[in-house]
């Protein structure tokens, strides 16, 4: 039986066939459907963890209860649950562990360009690397048996295009042998890492990875395709795509694993290749190791450092050829929609009273992060998951008392959990006058609208308890709580005033769903009168994709992308909005 599947839809599959009983991960674009897959089946245990950390914990806890595990994340995520990593490389698993990192080349939707196969030599622990759907099924269960033959943790690097792009995938039936592991026994020297025993167990990781290097050598996922031409390329992941596809009559060296590296093969293509190129996104990661073995080749001389490659860049770089008179090659045009948020999102109206408060806005990751971009153009920094609240806190103490009383820092609710609550209690504890406004959408919007501890529901769609925000922050200390709402505009202006001018901290929780998870039964939507209409353009400046400047250079409203939310009618002072009578009119 076959299926056509995206590389995440694949691993979960991989995952189910393969015994795998307990799956964790946090969303994250591009590894989010990983779990979404995964959690579809029964008889896997699948779960949204507050944080990236939590989750790995949690799938070391299974994995020592004698079940394989698996975790997924993107390769931000793995930077929070790297402080386990580390140690887990040296405590080592009981049954299979495998450890799914989704990297974004491109940085389609993310903060850094990170390349996480250094993790695996970070860490000394063995590293695949999927080239499409079909291999992306079979590396889990290849993980899964290095983890349990090895005693290691096992890292499948997959990027953006592995994650979303699909391909003929052949299926299988579910094993019936659930775990490779054991019961849990009770092993201090191998498991509790004081320095007595972490220090053996770091000679043990460096025999380890000996030994690794001898499967490398063997394994059938490092392979040679010899060509016609004198041409050799080593590749691995989607770059070996993109080298096929740019150059078929090259030879090839395929290292579906790429950490530890298979040197007497790489010496044994090398020695043939009389022109050899080491194809690889961002760092040289490949390269460096090759050449440390005193192998010459040619690969960040000729290919970029940054941003995502293509078979046309590849083609143009390797063999000469000019992509612009190539007929073959497919034309690119870019795509120009502005970014926005949704007509009718709160966060418009919250963020341009933020901006006409002329305050200074420490962000988060989130849609939010979109209020940086014209017209709105509030958020001044945006770093990492939580970081607002500590750089708040960090600014709020050196700054001038002027300055200090501008400052608001601002995180969604996800994120919030994630790790906003510890800097949080930072806040509290060091006498910070921080006013925080938490944006609770009552969902993971960004990625998908995915549920987290404060929505109530789990990953398998199961009613459980939900944070209250609210007697959280006064748990914390926080003495000033308040719930506001985002549409109404006079109030919050007010609101946040009042905080600002406060010697204490606060914590402001704006309770306002995502319309794309409500998704409204009636709107009601405005029209701007001509008649009354100054063309100020202060509605324009929500950033509302609803509103656009039509002839004339006036404002007008789309009734077919207006939602009703009535911000522009509060921002415009010459009355000129109103409402769309039964007719349209």
Request: with cysteine.
């Amino acid at each position: 039986m076959k299926a056509f599947l995206s590389g995440n839809e694949a691993i979960a599959v991989g995952a189910y066939e393969n015994g795998v009983l307990f799956a964790a991960g946090y969303p994250g674009t591009p590894s989010t459907e990983i779990l979404e897959k995964i959690a579809e089946y029964k008889k896997i245990d699948a779960q949204w963890m507050s944080n990236e950390k939590v989750a790995l914990d949690a799938a070391l806890g299974a994995s020592l209860a004698g079940t394989r595990s698996l975790v997924a994340m993107k390769h931000v995520g793995l930077n929070v649950a790297s402080d386990t990593l580390m140690t887990l490389s040296y405590t080592g698993v009981n049954a299979g562990l495998v450890i799914v990192t989704a990297d974004d080349p491109g940085m389609h939707s993310s903060q850094n360009e990170q390349d996480n196969r250094n993790y695996a030599k970070f860490a000394k622990i063995p590293l695949l690397e999927p080239s499409n759907s079909q291999e992306a099924k079979d590396d889990v269960k290849l993980a899964l048996k290095i983890s349990e033959e090895f005693d290691t943790p096992v890292l499948i690097r997959i990027t953006t295009r592995i994650a979303h792009s699909r391909s003929i995938v052949k299926l299988s039936r579910r094993r019936r042998i659930f775990s490779g592991g054991k019961i849990f026994v009770r092993h201090p020297e191998k498991y509790t890492m004081i320095p007595i025993n972490a220090r053996k167990r770091h000679e043990f990781v460096e025999h380890r990875l000996k030994r690794l290097k001898e499967f490398s050598e063997k394994t059938g996922c490092n392979k040679i395709g010899w060509g016609k031409n004198d041409i050799g390329i080593i590749a691995s992941g989607v770059s070996y795509q993109y080298a096929k596809e740019a150059c078929p009559e090259a030879s090839f060296l395929k290292l579906g694993m790429s950490y530890p590296l298979p040197e007497s093969l790489i010496r044994k293509f090398a020695k043939k290749s009389s022109r050899l190129y080491i194809v690889e996104e961002l760092d040289p990661f490949l390269e460096e190791q090759i050449k440390a073995m005193g192998i010459k080749g040619k690969g960040k001389k000729v290919f970029p450092l940054t941003g995502e490659l293509n078979p046309d860049l590849v083609r143009e770089k390797l063999c000469k050829k000019n992509t612009k008179k190539n007929s073959g090659a497919i034309a690119r045009q870019p795509f120009l929609h502005p970014l926005s948020f949704c007509a009718g999102c709160s966060y418009a109206g919250l963020f341009y009273i933020l901006r006409k408060l002329k305050t200074v806005v420490i962000g988060d990751i989130g849609c939010y992060a979109l209020s940086a971009l014209p017209p709105l153009s509030t958020m001044d920094t945006c770093v990492s998951m939580g970081s607002s609240i500590g750089i708040a806190l960090g600014m709020g103490k050196v700054s001038r008392s002027s300055f200090r009383k501008n400052l608001i820092a601002v995180i969604g609710d996800s994120t919030f959990i994630h790790s906003g609550i510890t800097p949080l209690i930072s806040v509290v504890y060091n006498k910070g006058t921080t006013t925080v406004i938490i944006l609770d959408n009552q969902t993971t919007a960004m990625t998908g609208r995915q549920n987290h501890p404060g929505t109530g529901i789990t990953l398998k769609g199961e009613k459980t308890s939900k944070i209250d925000y609210k007697q959280l922050a006064k748990a914390l200390g926080i003495k000033r709580v308040k719930i506001i709402n985002c549409y109404d505009l006079k109030n919050i202006k007010v609101v946040i005033r009042q905080e600002l001018l406060s010697s204490q901290p606060s914590v402001l929780i704006a309770k306002n769903p995502c319309l794309l998870l409500t998704r409204r039964k009636k709107f009601v939507s405005f029209k701007i009168l001509d008649s009354k209409c100054i063309k100020c353009r202060e509605c324009l400046m929500l950033g509302c994709p609803a509103i656009f400047l039509k002839e004339h250079q006036r404002p007008y409203i789309n009734s077919q992308v207006c939602t009703g939310c009535a911000l522009c009618k509060q921002v415009c002072s010459r009355n000129a909005i109103k409402e769309l009578d039964i007719e349209g009119k």
